[in-house]
């Protein structure tokens, strides 16, 4: 599977963005769909997963109630929606696919086979 993001760019804080991942090649519906962000001079978080056939959802604490993931099956597409941005957010948001979701790891990045290039958010204060 090859994942292509986009949708990053510079907002204010206290706005909203959406993230787009596209995905080209066979996702089956016990795969799972990640978002993970880099932040300057930090490693790589987990913000938030779905899985692709039920849609269950994982948030990171820090994102939570504020973004939204989201899936379109027809296309093959991971959103994810991003309000009331802080600074904090600034990062470069990678999406990612996971084989075989039944277990507690969707957080663990070293489960994720196949990765977007990423798209940077920046968030001004």
């Known amino acids: 599977v090859q994942l292509q993001a986009s949708g990053g760019g510079l907002v204010q804080a206290g706005g909203s963005l959406r993230l787009s991942c596209a995905a080209s090649?066979?996702?089956?519906?016990?795969?799972?769909m990640g978002w993970f962000r880099q932040a300057p001079g930090k490693d790589r978080e987990f913000v938030s997963a779905?899985?692709?056939?039920?849609?269950?959802?994982l948030y990171a604490d820090s994102v939570k109630g504020r973004f939204t993931i989201s899936k379109d099956n027809a296309k093959s597409t991971v959103y994810l929606q991003m309000n009331s941005l802080k600074s904090e957010d600034t990062a470069v948001f990678y999406c990612?696919?996971?084989?075989?979701?039944?277990?507690?790891?969707?957080?663990?990045?070293?489960?994720?086979?196949?990765w977007g290039q990423g798209t940077q958010l920046t968030v001004s204060s």
């Open positions: 990612a696919v996971r084989p075989s979701g039944y277990d507690a790891r969707w957080s663990s990045e070293t489960e994720y086979n196949s």
């Open positions: 090649g066979r996702i089956f519906s016990s795969d799972v």
């Open positions: 779905i899985s692709w056939g039920y849609g269950s959802t």
